[in-house]
């Protein structure tokens, strides 16, 4: 997975950097002090997520993050904000803007912040896939009842990532196995999900 963090703050990316070493996935780094590197570097790099801060000089987050999605290479790439002081306004303000998640910056923990990039990262995927199928006409079909077109796409993603990791066959399964199956992508390594 290519992460790219936004943060004027030295002392702030390496305390991310700890958390996404000890998440145990294989992450490949990339750092942006401020508005300008990190648009250079999405214009030449594409990212699997990008983690912005709210406070940056000369923008803050959800304006560089309207930004990158205007950009040809970082559109539709799922960014989630961080930030040293969350509020509820700040939070809303930054998920209508087009950002995939909020998130504070205290007390944030190593599967907190997997969790929310592997669920940034499959979102985007299913919104993607979701966008991809209506323009294609329905395709997928999990078998799982009473769940939403967006949890369908999520089951058949995992269905396909567990089948192509030769764990799960997809063929003829009834829906305690879908429930199997997905109990076993949520055990497996954010990494393998996100390859």
């Known amino acids: 997975m290519r992460l790219l963090i936004v943060d004027d703050s030295r002392l702030d990316r390496t305390r991310i950097k700890r958390l996404i070493n000890q998440m145990n996935t294989e992450v490949s780094l990339a750092e942006a002090p401020d508005v300008e590197t990190a648009l250079g570097m999405v214009a030449v790099e594409r990212f699997d997520c990008i983690l912005l801060d709210y406070r940056l ?17 970082g559109a539709g790439t799922p960014m989630v904000m961080l930030t040293g002081e969350p509020s509820e306004g700040l939070a809303e303000h930054a998920i209508g803007a087009g950002l995939t998640d909020f998130l504070g910056k205290r007390n944030l923990s190593a599967e907190h912040l997997r969790q929310t990039l592997f669920n ?48 799960f066959d997809q063929a003829g399964h009834e829906d305690d196995d ?4 997905l109990d076993t992508v949520r055990n497996a390594t954010t990494s393998m999900l996100i390859h």
Request: glycine letters at 8%; a negative charge.
């Open 178 to 181: 879908v429930v199997k199956a």
């Open 57 to 73: 000089p000369g923008a803050d987050g959800v304006e560089l993050a309207t930004e990158i999605a205007k950009s040809h290479s």
């Open 120 to 167: 940034a990262i499959v979102k985007h995927r299913n919104d993607t896939q979701s966008a991809d199928n209506t323009a294609a006409g329905p395709t997928i079909n999990t078998g799982a009842p009473g769940l939403s077109k967006d949890e369908r796409l999520a089951v058949a993603n995992a269905l396909e990532v567990l089948e192509r990791a030769g764990l």
